[in-house]
DNA sequence: GTGAAAGCGCTAACAC
DNA sequence: GTGTTAGCGCTTTCAC
């Protein structure tokens, strides 16, 4: 049983020859398969990672961030032989929780972008197959290695761009506030205005959260202040097309009337609002990176947590207007004009 | 051992309470998680099904299918436990197709809509497991049981309210060649048309692919014909968007100048075509129903091939005009006028 | 109501 | 190089 085991594990080099052929050919004959499950019990292994998905992403199909992670994912750990199980936590007591995900026989999972108090962040406590947050830079004291976009140098690039664009009176829309991603944007956002010793008013910073509904509130509030922005940077794509949506609805043109900035680059709104200067976010790639990470954590069985940030690239296209070119921009009472 | 096993699968009945409590304490004080492979080993099952996507699927963050249908099936699959499997085929040779699906320890799999010619359709020459289509409606000789949305019944409803609203010269957008849907959507066109004594006219019927760029090539193509259609039907939501944004490039109004149907309702499209009229069709619905399928023969152990085609229904927006309203619709030279 | 023991299909020491 | 054997962690038949 040893050589044939040996010869299916692949282990060739062993054997004469003609004892691998009589092997395989056996094998080939009989129409044999291995069975994985019994493999696993004996190896202690599964070859599936599991993508964890929290009930805050609820419904996946709305999560443009779960599918290009996934296809990522897949890319690499198909090359592997490793496969992806979707384990969707339902809002189970947290004492379940962990259960579930043992239950799920996985070598070791993906975190889908898990948000701030997310359960999720204490499993090094409760678990001990490595495990890699997607989407989401943590705090390193949670010992969870993560992959994710540089939102802090990415943002600060498409700053500093506006300003070189010669704006000074900037509007900001948050992201979702459990987000880390949204936190650290905004964080950013502030820290490269009072570099420049730039004080954004409080007013034209509005809360959102990533939806394109969100965005449009956001364009209600700040349409609603007394001074108006030049610009206003969407913490994302999402919320910077309702931003635009609303404007458009009101008349009020983009760039000419008002500037709008994204974030992320999401392919899927290119039709929505091709001219939106944004900022290029390869989420393939995080998905890649993060299992490729994953695997290394559970074929050296090392837990060592190296995280890795991705760089964002600017995106200009002409929702941006270019202040220094000499060209104007209309004052307040021209835009409260044309809103009727 | 025997009774420790019976009481944590849940066979309580068989034990006085006071049995029960000791085994189930213990457990919890051991922090004992039962060993999913091992128990998969005992009992020949895992818990598992799996998606199959083929490689046709390529991309999965492209195809507007996969979502809805792995959101369904999770929603079902979750409250009987079980887990999915995404199962990404390589293009593999038809040799290692079937070991790359054992391999992968399933119980059962869905099928994500298979192409005319998919390998995946002798199934049930190479694999006794379960499986189920979903997307696809399969001719009966395969043997495998599906479900789809019934797309001759709401094609027709389309076509007929369409002849309703007094269009006579129909133009057609066909599907991807080689989608069972796409071939079903034009046979039940052409028949509804037939029944009318209405013969379209073959230039009028060209060929698409479901993209938004088949959609704009269609437009053209429909343009350049000496005579032209009072309604344009897209075989999906998708190239219809493809069609209308190719029509508006060249200022040609929807539904003025030329009408334009879509199918499929396709949420993610809303925001770019939010007045196309269309025919709903809800995946996350059949994702459900396939997998609850699936679900049965995997308990009953019967293949009982009995298929299920959900209703879709007419969405009736305003890309789409009355003609019968006394509406003129303009004719040719000034069409080809406003092109210029 | 409970324990002993065989076995699910495979891997990996270990001896030969 | 090759065969024997003891598990992997659970279920289940069969005695008791």
Redesign the pocket.
Known sequence: ?????????GRHE???E???Q?VLVAAEQLG?????????????TTHTVGLVLEPHHSRITRNDYALPILEGATEFLTQQDYDIKIITLVNEHPKYLWCRIESAAIDGALLLAPVMESPLLEWNQHLSIPVVSVGSTLPPDYGIPYVDIDNERAMRMLVEWILAQGHRQIGFVKGHPLHWSAYQRERTFRQVLAEHNIHPREEWVVQGNYTAESGRRAAQQILACNKLPTVVICANDGSAVGFIQQLTELRIRVPEDISVAGFDDEPLLHPIAPNLTTVRHDKVQVGYLASQMLFQQIVNETNSVASTLIEGSLVVRSSVANLRGGQRRPNYSQLKEVQR
Chains 1, 2 share one sequence.
């Open positions: 049983m040893t050589t044939t085991s040996n010869i299916l594990q062993l054997y004469r003609e004892t691998v009589k044999y398969r291995p069975n994985l499950l019994a493999r696993g019990l004996a190896k202690q």
